[in-house]
């Protein structure tokens, strides 16, 4: 069975920064692609960040330079490192595995920034 689950999520002042988690389980291998969206209300989902098995990583205009994606396979984790935070970085995150043609989702996790 597929499980992500998220963390890290919670209210931080513009400016200030953040690390999300996500353990996964029950993907074929360890070292699949996983990636982080983000949606806030009223806005399409967006794909903030793509990590390869190996490490290879790319992030979304909108937030490189800012935000970096990482990864331990040995602990099945992805992270996500957010810096430099905006109000407009506001919204529910997840990550995101494929098993197979299916895609598979964790909860979220709520970032809030707001002074």
């Known amino acids: 069975q597929v499980q992500l689950v998220e963390s890290g999520g919670g209210l931080v002042q513009p400016g200030g920064s953040l690390r999300l988690s996500c353990v996964y389980s029950?993907?074929?291998?360890?070292?699949?692609?996983m990636n982080w969206y983000r949606q806030a209300p009223g806005k399409e989902r967006e794909l903030v960040a793509t990590?390869?098995?190996?490490?290879?990583?790319k992030t979304a205009n909108s937030v490189k330079g800012r935000f970096t994606i990482s990864r331990d396979n040995a602990k099945n984790t992805v992270y996500l490192e957010m810096n430099r935070l905006t109000p407009e970085d506001t919204a529910i995150y997840f990550c995101?595995?494929?098993?197979?043609?299916?895609?598979?989702w964790g909860q979220g996790t709520q970032v809030t920034v707001s002074s």
């Open positions: 995101n595995g494929y098993l197979g043609m299916d895609a598979y």
């Open positions: 990590i390869s098995g190996t490490g290879v990583s």
């Open positions: 029950g993907f074929t291998s360890k070292n699949l692609r």
